[in-house]
């Protein structure tokens, strides 16, 4: 591959990390969790740094109940 394709390519991840942490900074600002997944299970990570792995804030998403089925 040429060295256009990697510059291109280093764009595009560059843009998407920019829109990630982004999207982080305003989820600490509304006071919702990130979410990441390690090794296929949700981990929460709450506004003060605080780590939980169990969702706790009213009903379960549509996505966990039917990863459940």
Excluded: C, H
Aim: charge should be positive; hydrophobic fraction near 40%; proline fraction near 7%.
């Amino acid at each position: 591959m040429d060295e256009e394709y990697y510059k291109d390519a280093f764009k595009v991840l560059r843009l998407a990390n920019r829109g990630a942490k982004k999207a982080q900074e305003e989820n600490r600002r509304l006071g919702l969790p990130n979410v990441y997944a390690i090794e296929g299970k949700p981990v929460f990570v709450m506004p003060n740094g605080e780590i939980k792995t169990e969702w706790e804030w009213g009903p379960r998403p549509l996505s966990a109940i039917a990863n459940k089925a």
